[in-house]
T-cell receptor, first 117, second 114 residues
């Protein structure tokens, strides 16, 4: 199956700094990528939809100036958490969609554990 | 808008026993239905999906699920579980017109005991 790689898998940063998370589709072109956030023992909440070459679409309640998303190529989307605070600590997961039509499937990265100290 | 409800937050079961993880959904438009498994500190792995056709869907690792439109349910079953099935399971829906954008249920922790 298609492979989505997320980097880094774990990151610890100081409060007030910014951190970038990369999501790469390794063996397919992903016109659309999705970013999710997962709090401990909770479900995944969609943060934004990232389309190659255009601005990301953010879900209600997600601060677009805090969570910057860039989808500069068909294989790479990045999520930058700006001016991170401890409450931003979470598990961030991306997924990438291949192709189109009814059999389109989203493949997930392995996630990034962000800890802000 | 779509929503998903997983009725059980935790399901303890003994090894080799059958298990059912329940999922109900709500939507005013056609949807696709999915079950994912998540092991600790890892991403999601697709177990199975329902797009159309036969309401009984078979997936990986011996899991299967049945789509019931009248009851708006998509329960996950396995006839005999293993210790290695211990994980978090998520039911999810997507609009048929916007696949990939998933709405997840709250998750069910399956605890398989020896």
């Amino acid at each position: 199956g298609a492979v989505v790689s997320q980097h880094p898998s774990r990151v610890i940063c100081k409060s007030g700094t910014s951190v970038k998370i990369e999501c790469r589709s390794l063996d397919f072109q992903a016109t659309t990528m999705f970013w999710y956030r997962q709090f401990p023992k909770q479900s995944l909440m969609l943060m934004a939809t990232s389309n190659e070459g255009s601005k990301a679409t953010y879900e209600q309640g997600v601060e677009k100036d805090k969570f910057l998303i860039n989808h500069a190529s068909l294989t790479l989307s990045t999520l930058t958490v700006t001016s991170a605070h401890p409450e931003d600590s979470s598990f961030y997961i991306c997924s990438a969609r291949t192709g189109g039509g009814r059999n389109t499937e989203a493949f997930f990265g392995q996630g990034t554990r962000l800890t802000v100290v | 808008a779509q929503s998903v409800t997983q009725l059980d937050s935790q399901v303890p079961v003994f090894e080799e026993a059958p298990v059912e993880l329940r999922c109900n959904y709500s939507s005013s438009v056609s949807v696709y239905l999915f079950w994912y498994v998540q092991y600790p500190n890892q991403g999601l792995q697709l177990l199975l999906k329902y797009l159309s056709g036969s309401t009984l869907v078979k997936g990986i690792n011996g899991f299967e699920a049945e789509f019931n439109k009248s009851q708006t349910s998509f329960h996950l079953r396995k006839p005999s579980v293993h210790i290695s099935d211990t994980a978090e399971y998520f039911c999810a829906v997507s609009r048929a017109s916007n696949t990939g954008k998933l709405i997840f249920g709250q998750g069910t922790t399956l605890q398989v005991k020896p």
